[in-house]
């Protein structure tokens, strides 16, 4: 038995299949999976159609949480199945050292349905995250016209976000990221890294003003950290601020692009434009992906070599996206969104008039935040024991609600039905 492993054979056998039922116990769960996240150890998902996943007890839940915004085409949908069977069969992985036509095919969407010019794939948020860091400081080297690979060169390196912001876990990314607690223990993080109040246009001006911004990233809608939309006059605000000390202006669209906010892409509501466009959660409906789009400015500033990625863009996952994009960029598919997005938040609204812990119902398309006076983790076990799965955000105070963008009229009501009970037993 290697090292550690004393005491935990009873929990599986050595290389030989598990017989242990599910659900998986306890001992299975925490002998053997690190434990990073809170999991209830008697829920363990088996099959989900739709918006309705089943657990191994046979119990259905109503899936308000799709994943934290991933399943844009809720679960199992037969023409996501389908890309993905039959480019299974086809070709799944050559590495980026050759080009495949569903990379090539997916890339063309996305700049033909945005702003941009060109099109980088990676594996998540984060990682999208992380490449937007290297090409807002390579573009900087560029602008400043010094040797791009001269460790002593000076140019603008700085990084901007704000207050409450979340763009995920990895180094880089956690650097930008606001929550003490996920960055205190991974301290030094990657110098640089200024964050000034959200929707405070004057704050990001005079941090701008220093001349040391080489990006701003922003949130044009704060998922995680409380569902707050950005205004018009603040990112329009940005965008002119950025023009005049050059720096880039990216935008984290991983959780809101792509149709969740009833727009293809969330910066429409605010009339204006970035630099980069980071996108991840829904793109492949399940299958890892994340891409940065950005402006032949910046691509220009890249070369072979600069940045990379083994699995990004593999065949089976870009095909996965050409179905989910086809689908989500359809006119029809984002009123459809609208419609549900607007009956969500007005049958909130009047299911929990008068119950004093709800102190607002926010949002835009199909991302809503329920604003409490208290910690929502109780209304989400309590929406999770009676077969409802929804989210936290913010401070811990908000219930996140992201269902499939396919999620029904009916299914709405639902839903609401099952959350307003629970935030009246409050």
């Known amino acids: ?22 659900p998986t116990p306890r001992l299975l769960l925490h002998s053997y999976v690190l434990q990073t996240y809170a999991k209830p150890d008697d829920l363990v998902f088996v099959s989900g159609a739709g918006s309705r996943l089943t657990d191994a007890a046979g119990k259905t839940y109503l899936d308000f949480a799709a994943g934290i915004a991933v399943n844009a085409l809720g679960h199992s949908d037969p023409r996501w199945a389908a890309a993905v069977t039959t480019q299974a069969h086809a070709l799944c992985h050559v590495s980026n050292l050759y080009h495949t036509a569903p990379a090539a095919r997916l890339a063309k969407r996305l700049v033909e349905s945005s702003f941009g010019d060109r099109a980088f794939f990676c594996n998540s948020g984060a990682e999208a995250n992380e490449a937007a ?15 791009p690979y001269d460790a002593g060169a000076a140019a603008p390196s700085g990084l901007l976000s704000f207050d409450n912001c979340f763009h995920g876990r990895t180094l880089g990314a956690l650097s930008l990221t606001y929550k003490s607690q996920y960055k205190t223990p991974f301290a030094p993080l990657v ?42 006059a603040f990112l329009q605000g940005l965008r002119s601020a950025c023009d ?59 070369a072979p070599g600069d940045h990379g990625s083994t699995f990004a863009g593999n065949p089976l996952v870009c095909a996965a996206a050409e179905a989910v994009f086809d689908i989500v960029a359809d006119p029809a598919f984002l009123k459809a969104v609208v419609a549900r997005g607007d009956q969500l938040r007005a049958s909130l609204k009047a299911a929990t008039a008068g119950v004093s812990c709800v102190k607002e119902v926010r949002g835009l398309g199909l991302i809503t935040g329920v604003q409490l006076d208290r910690p929502a983790g109780p209304v989400v076990a309590a929406c999770r024991s009676s077969g409802l799965l929804v989210l936290t955000a913010g ?32």
């Open 133 to 147: 860091i290297k090409f807002a400081r390579k573009a900087a080297r560029v602008r400043a016209e010094v040797d």
């Open 1 to 22: 038995m290697r090292a550690g492993g004393k005491g935990r054979a009873e929990a599986g056998g050595g290389g030989a299949p598990s017989t242990v039922p599910w």
């Open 244 to 302: 005049a000390s050059g720096a880039l202006l990216v935008f984290d669209e991983v959780q809101v692009g792509l149709g969740r906010t009833g727009t293809l892409w969330a910066h429409e509501h605010f009339g204006v434009t970035p630099d980069i466009m980071t996108l991840a959660k829904p793109l492949a409906g399940g299958l890892p992906i994340g891409a940065a789009i950005m402006t032949q400015a910046v691509a220009d500033a890249m």
């Open 395 to 426: 401070a811990g105070d908000v219930v996140r609600i992201v269902p499939p963008l396919t999620v029904s009229e009916g299914e709405v009501e639902e839903g609401v039905a099952t959350l307003a009970a629970a935030l009246r037993a409050l």
């Open 191 to 232: 110098p640089g890294c200024v964050s000034v109040p959200y929707l405070d246009l004057e704050a990001a001006k005079a941090e701008l003003a220093k001349g040391h911004t080489a990006a701003v990233f922003v949130e044009p809608l704060q998922g995680e950290g409380g569902v707050h939309p950005a205004t018009r």
